[in-house]
């Protein structure tokens, strides 16, 4: 049983540089929805996807962010021109829309480091 | 609009002695209210969840929550600690009557256990 997977774990960049991450969820759910984490903070949300619809945003996700996911199974999540402030924990969670249930998993994270 | 504050940033407690940590929130909706654990390093683990059915909710490694409504909280607890306990938890929100929705975290509170 393979959970929610992120890549990189880690990634540092100077500030003005675009990074990418990569989400892949749990095979069979069709929501999938990116947060972040930054320090000594809850996750915050940024946006989801339901199959390859992209279907809210935050107001955190300012125009530098775009999420896609464009076969309705992994995601990207890319910032450009990356801001010192945009350093953070970013989190990935997916979960099956059936019935009332909520649980979303959640993959291990990237961490930012915006130098 | 909905939300959760918890009560306490820091719960300090010895090994063996029960755990308390508090949370309320606020939805104008019937929420689906959940608990969840952050290891360091390691990804968010669901704990428990509260859907409406039984108010005293058993999770994962001897937790519970019991869901008041008329007090608006939704406090975890455990009856005796274990030092594998020390870790930062977050409570959780969601609306019910929309599927699938973003979760909306608590700031956490962070949980040290002394042998």
């Known amino acids: 049983d393979t959970g929610v997977s992120q890549d990189p774990r880690h990634k540092i960049t100077k500030r003005g540089q675009n990074v990418t991450f990569r989400c892949d969820p749990i095979?069979?759910?069709?929501?999938l929805y990116w947060y972040r984490q930054t320090l000594g903070q809850g996750p915050e949300f940024l946006t989801y996807?339901?199959?390859?619809?992209?279907?809210?945003k935050s107001r955190l996700l300012s125009d530098r962010f775009s999420a896609e996911r464009p076969k309705g199974s992994f995601s990207t999540l890319e910032i450009q021109r990356t801001e010192q402030g945009d350093s953070a924990m970013y989190l990935c969670?997916?979960?099956?829309?059936?019935?009332?249930?909520?649980?979303?998993?959640f993959g291990p994270g990237t961490r930012l480091t915006v130098l | 609009a909905q939300s959760v504050t918890q009560l306490d940033s820091h719960v300090s407690v010895s090994e063996g002695t029960p755990v308390l940590l508090r949370c309320n929130y606020s939805?104008?909706?019937?929420?689906?209210l959940f608990w969840y654990v952050q290891h360091p390093n390691k990804g968010l683990q669901l704990l428990l969840k509260?859907?409406?059915?039984?108010?005293l909710v058993k999770g994962i490694n001897g937790f519970e929550a019991e869901f008041k409504k008329s007090e608006t909280s939704f406090h975890l607890t455990k009856p005796s600690a274990h030092m594998s306990d020390a870790a930062e938890y977050f409570c959780v929100v969601s609306d019910r009557s929309q599927a699938g929705t973003a979760l909306i975290f608590g700031k956490g509170t962070t949980l040290s256990v002394s042998s």
């Open positions: 996807f339901q199959n390859e619809a992209q279907l809210e």
């Open positions: 095979s069979e759910h069709n929501r």
């Open positions: 969670a997916s979960s099956f829309l059936v019935g009332s249930d909520r649980e979303q998993f």
């Open positions: 939805s104008s909706y019937s929420p689906s």
């Open positions: 509260y859907t409406s059915a039984a108010t």
